[in-house]
């Protein structure tokens, strides 16, 4: 059963139900928004690991022409620019800057959403 407070301008039945415009109601939507962003970034990891995970074979992770997926890096099939997954945003995000694991890195807007592809990886180990 909810807590109900004092300072609830509702009813007491519709407090906390939604309808409610009390500070605690608004706390409670914004940790509601949270988890689900936290959720929605979970289930794209997901995705991306079932996808993974699918395309191996006898337990190791290769593509098409037999080479492992770390050479291969994601890129933007729409305008070739270089993508990724950030801690604290959902889906993929076009970059520019060093791909390798700790490397400087600048998100920007392309205008329009990443189309998610592989290739190999830049052997210079530089951006495109």
């Known amino acids: 059963m909810p807590e109900f407070h004092a300072s609830c301008p509702a009813e007491k039945p519709a407090c906390h139900s939604g309808t409610c415009r009390c500070p605690l109601n608004a706390e409670l939507n914004a940790r509601r928004a949270v988890a689900a962003a936290v959720l929605a970034a979970m289930d794209d990891l997901l995705a991306a690991l079932g996808r993974l995970l699918d395309d191996s074979d006898d337990g190791e992770l290769d593509d098409d022409d037999g080479e492992p997926y770390?050479?291969?890096?994601?890129?933007?099939?729409e305008c070739g620019a270089l993508i990724g997954m950030f801690i604290g945003l959902t889906g993929w995000h076009h970059f520019r800057g060093d791909p390798a694991p700790g490397g400087q890195r600048e998100l920007y807007d392309a205008g329009h959403e990443a189309a998610v592809a592989w290739r190999p990886a830049d052997p210079a180990g530089g951006s495109r």
């Open 70 to 77: 770390d050479d291969d890096e994601p890129y933007c099939a």
